[in-house]
């Protein structure tokens, strides 16, 4: 069975840094992308970007990039969410998921982890 | 970026309801249109993909239809278990994204 896991709800203060953490099992980690979204309240989700574990390359919504810093480690099968200095404007549910690709626009996110609360205030 | 609109933004139904959701995209996506359900506290799920394919496990009183910009999400019976919200996403373009979801309440 596929797995994503997700590492807990986090509270930070603005100005500190963050890492969360999207731990996988039931699949070759290397050979499929995993993506990062962000859901705010009562709101669809948005796309924050992808890493390929494979060979480490990684690729944002340029509405998130210089922001966050997406990575892999592929020894742990984990790829993890990094901000260095986060905003209460991040506050939100952050999820990770797998994206399936057959082909051109044969293109999904299938599973998801559990979420990811990061509740950023002062 | 390809923006999605979905009608209506929400809804009330009643258990055995024949239940459409519409969704419109701001450019013509082909069939790349993906169908996911969420309910409270939890993460999407994916239903359908490629605009009619349903994923394995999903009932078959969930369909998928449309191509070009406009797609329906139809529920021919709605169970007790189908009251959640849902979102498209369009796969056709960099950056994917979903449109703002449509939750179906129970009347």
């Known amino acids: 069975e596929v797995q994503l896991v997700q590492s807990g709800a986090e509270v930070k203060k603005p100005g500190e840094s963050l890492k969360i953490s999207c731990q996988t099992s039931g699949y070759d980690f290397t050979n499929y992308w995993i993506a990062w979204l962000r859901q705010m309240p009562e709101k669809g989700p948005e796309w924050i970007g992808i890493?390929?574990?494979?060979?480490?390359?990684?690729r944002y919504n340029p509405s998130f990039q210089g922001h966050v810093t997406i990575s892999a480690d592929k020894s742990i099968n984990t790829a993890y969410l990094q901000w260095n200095s986060v905003k209460a404007s991040d506050t939100a549910i952050y999820y990770c998921?797998?994206?399936?690709?057959?082909?051109?626009?044969?293109?999904?996110?299938?599973?998801w982890g559990q979420g990811t609360l990061v509740t950023v205030s002062s | 970026d390809i923006q999605m609109t979905q009608s209506p933004a929400s809804l009330s139904a009643s258990i055995g309801d024949r239940v459409t959701i519409t969704c419109r995209a701001s450019?013509?996506?082909?069939?790349?249109l993906n169908w996911y359900q969420q309910k409270p506290g939890k993460a999407p799920k994916l239903l359908i993909s490629?605009?009619?394919s349903l994923q394995s496990g999903v009932p078959p009183t969930f369909s998928g239809n449309g191509s070009g910009t406009d797609f329906i999400l139809t529920i021919s019976s709605v169970r007790p278990e189908d009251f959640a919200t849902y979102y498209c996403q369009q796969s056709y373009d960099t950056p994917p994204t979903f449109g703002g979801g449509t939750k179906v309440e129970m009347k």
């Open positions: 890493t390929y574990p494979g060979d480490s390359d990684t």
């Open positions: 450019q013509h996506i082909n069939t790349y």
């Open positions: 490629v605009a009619t």
């Open positions: 998921a797998r994206r399936v690709r057959y082909s051109v626009g044969w293109d999904w996110f299938d599973p």
